[in-house]
């Protein structure tokens, strides 16, 4: 049934696709990266596919898998960074399912990304990379739910999720 997804979203860093796995493993639920479906989608990496034709090709190809999410029923969905942060996509991703922002100070997840690594809009500077926080967090903030990170292992995150959708859950019945 559609509307019955978990969308993660939050800024780069902020653990959207290693909590993700974990709570659909510990939902019993699959676990769907819309990085990993525009790659499959455009047949390049993200870091080429931003290289070679910019940003606004890469957000179009975002725009083309959002419109896919329609089909996904029951999952656990990470989406990138930016997805959420254009007009009516926020309204796209609550009409798929209960949407989680996993929130973060901008150090720790700044410094969280840049030890993955790959992530092109790490080539921004701290003053850009804060801007650009900055604009994202009303978007995220649409979210139903809000998970704090600040201090938590993964683990811990995982469970404020569960504990967070149980009492969404409740709330709805």
């Known amino acids: 049934m559609a509307g019955d997804n978990v969308i993660i979203v939050g800024f780069m860093g902020a653990g959207k696709s290693v909590c993700g796995r974990l709570l ?27 290289r070679e034709d910019g940003e606004d090709t890469f957000r179009r190809l975002e725009g083309d898998v959002l419109a896919s999410l329609a089909l996904k029923s029951g999952d656990v969905i990470a989406t ?7 007009e009516g996509r926020m309204d796209a991703l609550r009409a798929l399912g209960t949407v989680i922002w996993l929130r973060g100070d901008l150090a720790d997840l700044v410094a ?16 850009e ?3 650009l926080y900055r604009a ?13 990170t600040g201090g938590l292992g993964i683990d811990q995150v995982v469970a404020r999720m569960l504990t967070a959708l149980r009492g969404a859950h409740a709330a709805r019945v």
């Open 112 to 127: 969280r990304a840049r030890r993955i690594g790959g992530r092109p809009m790490l080539e921004r500077s701290p003053t």
């Open 24 to 50: 659909a493993r510990r939902l019993g639920r699959c676990f769907v990266e819309t990085d990993d479906l525009i790659v499959s989608l455009d047949g390049r990496a993200i870091v080429d596919i931003f």
């Open 129 to 131: 990379l804060e801007a």
């Open 80 to 86: 990138g960074g930016g997805l959420p942060c254009r």
């Open 136 to 148: 994202r967090e009303p978007y995220y903030a649409r979210a139903h739910l809000t998970v704090d």
